[in-house]
């Protein structure tokens, strides 16, 4: 009897494997990682309603794909942007309206797109946009479309610039704390700016924390060189990243060479952001911004501590980190966190909002 059962129960759970998303081999080159995404956003376009996926379709290099920001405020009103998805006040498709078939390509899509890393950090974000799971451990904001704000894990939105497998083509996933930017130009792969926001976050992100053991590194000249702004209170600490084009003249003090502590720290702090992306993507990049630390930037405003709101950028020949903390909401930390390649390769580069 037992016996029967067990075949029984083995039979079921083979039927449910054939169900489940397919393991995909972590890419091993630039081209591996494009035929993959390419793939899987096939999949997924495939999945959506032609009226939905015409309604999230815009064209390359258009303003859509140039504006890009992660707060759920309305953007109908932007005369920077074409046609919008109302009522939402975001461009793209919400997730709400994509189908369970299209909800798990999309995923596939993000496993493809990111490291391990970066796929738990998106998860991350949009689980605490919900309700909360005190049996996991975290708190959420709890926001719903009835919310005001409105919100919730519906309301993250999809957009496709172009046609797929074209020779120019590109994807977003965007919604509150959140932005993905990607675009595939020649056969590689441009993968900002990109932007995570960490609230409510039971610990500090690391964002945080190792900047602040990088700015202790540099010597009492560098620091006060860097340290712009030294209170909390000064109306001169930037409210949110800057999202303007081109490359912004460096700011703060020039690292120099670095001790092994800050060196370390630079390299840790990098890796928070490019980590999050697929090794073949970063490899050379990770590389290049090491080689290139002692003519990086950092620029720092406000305190030191999480406890008061501050801001600080690193910028060096090849990217730019921006990092506003907010201080302590209802008791947890809530920083924005960005990356941008200042390669201007990409048509992804942001516009004035």
Not at 99 to 116: C, G, M, Q
Not at 164 to 171: I, M, N, Q, R, Y
Request: hydrophobic share 40%; glycine share 10%; aromatic share 8%.
């Amino acid at each position: 009897m037992r016996f029967a059962l067990l075949i029984v129960l083995l039979a079921s759970c083979a039927a449910g494997a054939d169900d489940a998303p397919a393991f995909v081999p972590p890419a091993q080159t630039e081209a591996e990682v494009v035929a993959d995404i390419t793939a899987a956003a096939r999949v997924l376009v495939a999945a959506v309603p032609a009226e939905d996926l015409g309604a999230a379709t815009f064209a390359v290099g258009g303003p859509e794909q140039h504006y890009w920001h992660w707060i759920p405020a309305p953007l109908l009103a932007d005369k920077t942007l074409g046609k919008s998805y109302a009522p939402y006040g975001r461009v793209g498709i919400p997730l709400e309206k994509l189908s369970t078939a299209a909800i798990a390509d999309l995923h596939a899509l993000l496993r493809v797109s990111l490291s391990a890393e970066g796929y738990r950090k998106v998860e991350q974000v949009m689980r605490r946009e919900g309700g909360p799971e005190p049996r996991l451990g975290f708190q959420s904001i709890g926001r719903a479309p009835t919310t005001k704000p409105p919100g919730g894990p519906g309301w993250y939105f999809f957009s496709l610039f172009g046609e797929v497998g074209s020779p120019s083509w590109g994807w977003r996933l965007e919604g509150h704390h959140l932005s993905l930017n990607y675009e595939i130009i020649g056969g590689h792969v441009h993968f900002t700016p990109v932007m995570f926001g960490h609230n409510p976050s039971p610990v500090a992100p690391e964002a945080s924390t190792i900047a602040v053991r990088l700015f202790r590194s540099l010597s009492p000249a560098q620091q006060a060189e860097a340290q712009i702004v030294t209170t909390a209170s000064d109306p001169r600490i930037p409210e949110d990243m800057d999202r303007s084009p081109g490359v912004p003249a460096p700011q703060g003090a020039a690292l120099g060479q670095l001790s092994a502590d800050g060196q370390l720290a630079f390299e840790q702090l990098t890796e928070d952001f490019i980590g999050n992306f697929p090794e073949p993507l970063v490899h050379q990049l990770r590389a290049t911004i090491r080689s290139h630390s002692a003519e990086a930037h950092l620029a720092w405003y406000g305190l030191l501590d999480d406890a008061h709101a501050h801001y600080y950028r690193l910028q060096g020949p090849a990217f730019l980190i921006q990092v506003r903390h907010q201080g302590l909401d209802n008791g947890h930390p809530h920083v924005h966190t960005s990356y941008r390649s200042l390669d201007e390769g990409s048509t992804t580069s942001p516009i004035a909002p």
